[in-house]
C-alpha cells in the first residue's frame, strides 16, 4: 500500500502532435475501492486490483482531474 505514482511524458505522436503530461498519484492507504475513479474516469485510466484502483494507463489520461472530483477519500492528484 502507499503511494502509487504514474508518468505520462510529453512526447510527439505519430503526427507530431504534442502529447499531454500527466501525473496521477493514488493515496491507496485510503482507498476504499469504491470503484468511482474507474466509473467516471471517460478515458478508462483505472482498474481495480485487490479492490483498490491502480492506473491502468496512464497515456489515455487527458488531465480533466474528473477523478480527483469524485474520489470520495481524496486520493487522487493529477498534475
Ligand atoms: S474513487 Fe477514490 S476511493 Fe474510490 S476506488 Fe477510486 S481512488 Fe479509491
Ligand atoms: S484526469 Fe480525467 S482522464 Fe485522467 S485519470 Fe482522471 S478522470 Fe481519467
Known sequence: ???????????KDAKNE???ECH??????DCDGC???G???PNNVFM?????SKV????VC??????????????ITVN
Open 18 to 20: 504534442e502529447i499531454v
Open 62 to 75: 487527458k488531465n480533466c482531474k474528473i477523478c480527483m472530483a469524485i474520489c470520495p477519500n481524496d486520493c
Open 48 to 52: 481495480m486490483v485487490d479492490n483498490v
Open 1 to 11: 500500500m502507499g503511494l502509487s505514482s504514474f508518468f505520462k511524458r510529453v512526447k
Open 39 to 41: 466509473i467516471a474516469c
Open 24 to 29: 496521477i498519484d493514488i493515496n491507496t492507504d
Open 56 to 59: 491502468r494507463d496512464s497515456q
Open 35 to 37: 470503484e468511482k475513479c
